[in-house]
């Protein structure tokens, strides 16, 4: 008896120990607001709406290796037909941040007729790239998997991101059918294709005139540029770019460095005439969408857009 206790606790101990990784909580609404309101004494945060429209799904598991669950919200207009979808990646420096700090964002958009779902990815302390960019993408194949459910039109997805997920979104969008940004380790025979982008904030470049990225990028793509020239390389949006990148658009804050390399990329898009749109929120500090009254600037310039492609 003593025998198979021990068993059993040896391999809980095993998959408590398959579970536990590194948290960074320092990026959160709370904290941000604190740094912004002396500045901008007059921002607030939006109140959570819950509407009779939507269906809510929370904690839903998309992917699941070796013990570590991965989750995304759900947040689906209820209608007879299928939705188009949004994809929310929540920003945070690829180390910090959760999925929860964007679901007011994503009920606000879900209201207006769309499927929005708000993702877990695993974060720099736990994972180095590209993990974060196939978790999101595992997200999207379940998603479609589970089209009927979410009431998705699997020919309508966008995927936005905020910040460090902005430039995540961008390069999950211009690497459409790429197999090398593919998990190897994920057999679903969706694909995982994208077919609009928003960026909010993201840099489309790590290596640019433009571009002042450096210890939080290094430590997310394992090391500094002449270490993993590569991997910098690779991880730009801009350097993907060509006649099959969906249409996008940009919203950015006053801050210039928060779009290195988006004017390299529009004279690209605008080469192969894909469409595209971009609007600067004027006097905003980066993380403006978290709050009043650049929420309601960013969600009137969100859905315009996505009315205009899917609408």
Known sequence: MRKIVLILFLLSSLINAQQTFSVDTSYTIKSTY???????????????????????????????????????????YNTKKQNPAVIII???????????????????????????????????????????????????????????????????????????????????????????????????KSSSKVNAIINIDGVLAFRHPESSEGEMASFWLGGSYEQKTENWKNASALSHTNKNTPPILFINSSIDRFHAGRDDMIKILNQYKIYNEVHTIENSPHSFWFFQPWFDQTIFYTTNFLNKIFK
């Open 90 to 188: 929540h920003g945070g420096g690829w180390r910090s941040g959760n999925k929860n700090q964007m679901n007011v964002f994503a009920e606000e958009i879900a209201d207006k007729g769309y499927s929005c779902f708000t993702i877990e990815y695993r974060l720099s302390p736990e994972a180095k790239y590209p993990n974060g960019v196939y978790d999101v993408k595992n997200a999207i194949r379940f998603i479609k998997d589970n089209a009927k459910k979410f009431k998705v039109d699997t020919d309508k997805i966008t995927v936005l991101g905020c910040s460090s997920g902005g430039q995540m979104a961008s390069l999950i969008g211009t690497t459409n059918e790429n197999p090398a940004f593919d998990d190897p380790l994920n057999k679903s």
């Open 34 to 76: 604190t740094k912004l309101i002396k500045k901008y004494p007059s921002i607030t945060i939006p109140a959570q709406k819950k509407s009779k429209n939507l269906i809510e799904n929370t904690n839903v598991v998309y992917f699941n290796e070796n013990g570590r669950a991965l989750h995304f919200d759900a947040f689906v």
